[in-house]
């Protein structure tokens, strides 16, 4: 029988990539059910194509909507809405894998869900790991769930590493991820501060969404994943090591005791991590391109501390300045740069405001040590309002 696939955040780049891969095996994967935030036309589309049991919504507004065309065409899929809904389909017993794509701390509640549940769960929203930390992964071990990374570097990482998961601490010597450095590697400081959102989104090598965008030209995805990394592999902050890599063709790599190296290549195609996330241990066609290593450019790297990039990127060092705080501080983190991204692409901040608003936030938030889901999801709030008003001073600036 075909797997049954729950792809949360479906209308995405990640979730879109994945009912590509889906589509090509039908034969070993159904989609069981699919959820978006507003996007209901292309709901509407998915739904016919791959007729989920059910579809959900983020809200109940573009919930009903969906409903009534569904049901219009004839459809016979289950039409949801809310944060209820998204835990339902994410823990569903007929569910085998869920793809967890939804964007920001919003993906939380279901992937924890899905943890406890015990499904292989398919992590592209690292927030589930930078907000949840310990907790995620107790929820991960607890129930039994087979926890498999999505985004190309931690999968790069992955791939590199011995299947025996017990031996990583004793092997291991640190891991290098590798970073494009984003649209703005050359561009000169001085000039960030007129950063136009649209300039912000356009990667050079990677088709993402606005928000993963802009987090690329912060390097503040980076510092993301550098949190990630330390949690799913569990090393410690100083074994985790960033170079950027302008040609994003090695994904990332991990230096054992021996000093060897191993690393991941491939072209820069989410369909790859995601392939080998539905299929692992085994591996199955992915639909993208094989490197061609007679037309391959030269392959150059890039310390962080040349061509100015401590200051073209300084939201990087936030990372492992979270990771030495008390638990909770990497959920500070994540919301006040939630909150500054989306203040930026609303154009109420500068580009180089984002970084000083994270800073801020992170200075002016008191909080207990959090060790629930609720204590999470309370720091989130609590930071993003402490992140709105640090957005508002400088807007009045």
């Known amino acids: 029988m075909p797997q049954q696939i729950t792809v949360l955040g479906a209308t995405g780049s990640i979730g879109s990539n994945t009912l590509d891969v889906l589509s090509r095996h039908p034969d070993r994967f159904q989609v069981f059910a699919l959820s978006a935030a507003t996007q209901v036309d292309l709901m509407l589309q998915l739904c016919a194509q791959f007729q989920p049991r059910f579809a959900v919504m983020a809200r109940e507004a573009e919930g009903r909507r969906l409903q009534d065309l569904v049901a219009a065409q004839g459809l016979t899929v289950q039409v949801r809405w809310g944060s209820e809904a998204l835990v339902d389909i994410a823990e569903h017993p007929k569910v085998d894998a869920v793809m967890a794509a939804i964007v920001g701390a919003a ?17 592209a929203n ?27 570097e931690h999968s790069a990482i992955f791939q590199s590493l011995p299947e025996d998961a017990s031996t990583w601490a004793s092997r291991i010597d640190k891991i290098i991820l590798t970073a494009s450095g984003g649209p703005f590697r050359t561009r000169a400081v001085d000039t960030l501060k007129d950063v136009t959102p649209d300039q912000a989104c356009a990667h050079p090598n990677w088709v ?44 990332s790599m991990v230096q054992y005791k021996d000093a060897s190296v191993v690393a991941q290549l491939g072209t820069p195609d989410m369909r790859v991590p995601i392939a080998y996330g539905l299929s692992w241990p085994e591996r199955v066609v992915s639909g993208a391109s ?21 200051q073209r990127f300084p939201g990087l060092q936030l990372a492992w300045e979270s990771l030495r705080a008390p638990f909770g501080t990497c959920a500070v983190l994540n919301a ?28 002016s938030v008191q909080f207990a040590v959090p060790d629930s889901l609720d204590a999470l999801l309370d720091l989130d709030r609590h930071s993003r309002a402490h992140a709105a008003e640090q957005i508002r001073k400088r807007q009045r600036e």
């Open 208 to 251: 993402m969404g606005r928000k993963i965008s802009v987090d690329s030209a912060t390097m503040m995805n980076k510092a993301l994943e550098v949190i990630e990394a330390r949690y799913l592999f569990g090393v410690q902050p100083e074994q985790i090591e960033v170079v950027i890599h302008p040609q994003s063709v090695i994904h």
């Open 290 to 310: 094989a490197l061609d290593f007679r037309q391959l450019v030269p392959m150059t790297f890039e310390s962080l501390d040349a061509n100015d990039h401590a």
């Open 336 to 363: 006040a740069n939630e909150m500054a991204v989306a203040a930026f692409l609303d154009h109420r901040i500068r580009f180089d405001d984002i970084h000083s608003v994270n800073q801020s936030t992170l200075a």
């Open 107 to 123: 993906g939380l509640a279901p992937c924890l869900a899905a943890a406890r549940a015990g499904k292989r769960l398919l992590l």
């Open 126 to 152: 690292k927030e589930a790991l930078v907000v949840g930390g310990e907790v995620f992964l107790t929820a991960v071990r607890e129930g039994g769930a087979t926890l498999l990374p999505i985004d190309s």
